[in-house]
């Protein structure tokens, strides 16, 4: 990992006077980044209330925000099923998956927020479209069968790039990911429990599965992002310990994972170019559509537009619960004042 130490100065001007005060700044900074160094190299966590790089800190907003934007896109897709699912039960069982979701996306905004940047702030580039989430969200959920699909493999992706998060070096993202992952591996099986029943039912359940496995399992492969030659951010971010394998290795371990899996499904993957590779010990597959995955990251998905707009609909019809809540809180804290002026 790079240790370069930032050059950090006092003045800028030649022949400039340094202030007591600017040269307490640039050996707090120095410190600030000796003492930075120090828990990245090793491998413990740095804190809100720590010093840390002001690209450091970028990079966290836009990752731990776009996830966070992700679960709560990701909603949508199955939150459409729940009136259509096919038993009460299954009901049951994909509304406490969408509430998980929704926690999730919490949880992780709660973490943003410690690194400076405000709810309201990270809603409103949402809201703009100025901020990105998952591509995966912008397909639609065709069939019943495709909930499942959704369950076992983009669930199973999120597992398989998420668990390593849980060691991520910021300290709140880290936490936050631990609960996150033991309900993403539920959601997983409940994915992978809707297949099998489909699969190993009649002719034309196991084709409905067999369509949605064809559908999702391209884009649930770039989910893990760009190949690493590609992908500006990622090495960075291995530097700084915030992601722990690159996007290739991490696709990898998904492919591997998923195969024998799809074996016991009684599913074929949709790819003419998997295949076991003795000498590496994994499995080759082939190209992805990186074309068409760019394409949905601008904003041309399937569902790009109506993902954004049900998104903005839902938070225009509920301002008028906003202001309600806000206004009580005034009130709240108004009576509050008046009631410890009493007692003083």
Same mark, same amino acid.
């Given at each position: 990992m790079a240790t370069h130490t930032p050059q950090l100065h006092a003045v800028d001007a030649p022949g400039e006077q340094i202030t007591a005060e600017a040269q307490r700044a640039a050996d707090d900074a120095r410190l600030g980044w000796e003492r930075f160094q120090e828990?990245?190299?090793?491998d413990k966590r740095v804190e809100p209330r720590d010093w840390m790089p002001n690209n450091y800190r970028k990079t966290l907003v836009?990752?731990?925000s776009q996830h966070a934007h992700s679960e709560i896109i990701g909603m949508q897709p199955e939150g459409n099923w729940i009136t259509r699912a096919p038993s009460l039960k299954r009901k049951a069982v994909l509304m406490a998956k969408v509430q998980d979701e929704a926690g999730h996306g919490l949880y992780l905004y709660s973490a943003a927020e @410690?690194?400076? @940047?405000?709810?309201?702030?990270?809603y409103q580039q949402l809201y703009t479209g100025q901020a990105k989430y998952s591509s995966i969200f912008n397909y639609p959920a065709r069939t019943w069968a495709d909930i499942g699909a959704i369950g076992w493999l983009v669930d199973g992706a999120a597992i398989t790039n998420q668990v390593p998060l849980c060691r991520a070096s910021y300290g709140p993202y880290g +936490?936050?990911?631990? +609960?996150?992952c033991k309900e993403e591996s539920f959601h997983q099986r409940q994915g992978w429990e809707i297949l099998y029943t489909l699969s190993h039912g009649t002719e034309e359940q196991k084709q409905m599965a067999q369509n949605a496995v064809d559908r999702f399992y391209g884009p649930a492969l770039q989910m893990f992002g760009p190949p690493d030659d590609e992908s500006p951010n990622s090495q960075q971010s291995m530097a700084w310990k915030i992601k722990r394998f690159s996007n290739d290795d991490l696709r990898q371990r998904f492919v591997d994972m998923i195969v024998p899996q799809a074996e016991a499904l009684g599913l074929t993957?949709?790819?003419?170019?998997?295949?076991?590779?003795?000498?590496?010990g994994h499995y080759d597959y082939g190209d992805?559509?990186?074309e068409e995955f760019f394409s949905v990251v601008k904003g041309t998905g399937p569902l790009s537009h109506q993902r954004l707009a049900h998104y903005r609909a839902a938070r225009d019809d509920g301002a008028w619960v906003r202001e309600a809540a806000a206004a009580y809180a005034?009130?709240?804290?108004?009576?509050? +004042?008046?009631?410890a002026l009493l007692r003083a």
């Open positions: 828990l990245i190299e090793q836009r990752q731990v @410690t690194l400076g @940047t405000s709810r309201d702030q990270m +936490r936050a990911m631990v +609960r996150i993957l949709p790819d003419p170019d998997l295949k076991w590779n003795q000498k590496r992805l559509d990186w005034a009130k709240q804290a108004e009576a509050d +004042r008046g009631s």
